[in-house]
T-cell receptor, first 114, second 113 residues
Framework: NAGVMQNPRHLVRRRGQEARLRCSPM?????VYWYRQLPEEGLKFMVY????????ESGMPKERFSAEFPKEGPSILRIQQVVRGDSAAYFC????????????FGPGTRLTVL | DAKTTQPNSMESNEEEPVHLPCNHS???????IHWYRQLPSQGPEYVIH???SNVNNRMASLAIAEDRKSSTLILHRATLRDAAVYYC??????????????FGKGTLLTVNP
């Protein structure tokens, strides 16, 4: 049973470009969370999605960031017009539909903005 | 979310027990205590969680104070692979299915050979 998969593992972008981070949850999991970890800091919640719905986006920056979790395919975290301050590790986590709040994390995508 | 307080760092020797403390004096009656750990360059990993009673699993034990204002994660025999940042998190019962986690700075555990 494959774990949470994220790709790419490393992503380099120049200022002003777009970054797309993908997350495939564990099989049977319909809840996805995205977290960001800035250098030397703890993880910060960004957004919580269920299939085709954004449930809580209270941690998302107001501009340039968006997330989706379509009916088919992986969850996508999109960052438009990246700036140096977006350089961080982005982790997604998934959990089963019901019955547990344990989250299973992926290996993360390390975004570097030049 | 309710706040937790952990030491910034701790050291242990290999094959010795490790007790990682966590204070959560503002915990409410329905808040679960969760522990995750993050090994270097990896995503966090679930360790254990509990509400009132002590809990054991294959990775660790969780001892919860009677007043629930503190808890201790116990690694019975530390190995070099246990070197990680350990996060104590209160999972606030806000209803629905939103179980977002609020991470603090955690405790950096160093294990000496």
């Amino acid at each position: 049973n494959a774990g949470v998969m994220q790709n790419p593992r490393h992503l380099v972008r120049r200022r002003g470009q777009e970054a797309r981070l993908r997350c495939s949850p564990m099989k049977g999991h319909s809840h996805v969370y995205w977290y960001r970890q800035l250098p030397e800091e703890g993880l910060k919640f960004m957004v919580y999605l269920q299939k085709e719905n954004i449930i809580d986006e209270s941690g998302m920056p107001k501009e340039r960031f968006s997330a989706e979790f379509p009916k088919e395919g992986p969850s996508i975290l999109r960052i438009q017009q990246v700036v140096r301050g977006d350089s961080a590790a982005y982790f997604c986590a998934s959990s089963p539909q019901l019955g547990t709040d344990t989250q299973y994390f992926g290996p993360g995508t390390r975004l570097t903005v030049l | 979310d309710a706040k937790t307080t952990q030491p910034n760092s701790m050291e242990s020797n290999e094959e010795e027990p490790v007790h990682l403390p966590c204070n959560h004096s503002t915990i409410s009656g329905t808040d679960y205590i969760h522990w995750y750990r993050q090994l270097p360059s990896q995503g966090p990993e679930y360790v254990i969680h509990g509400l009132t009673s002590n809990v054991n699993n294959r990775m660790a034990s969780l001892a919860i104070a009677e007043d629930r204002k503190s808890s201790t994660l116990i690694l019975h025999r530390a190995t070099l692979r246990d070197a990680a940042v350990y996060y104590c998190i209160l999972r606030v019962n806000s209803g629905g299915s939103n179980y977002k986690l609020t991470f603090g700075k955690g405790t950096l555990l160093t294990v000496n050979p």
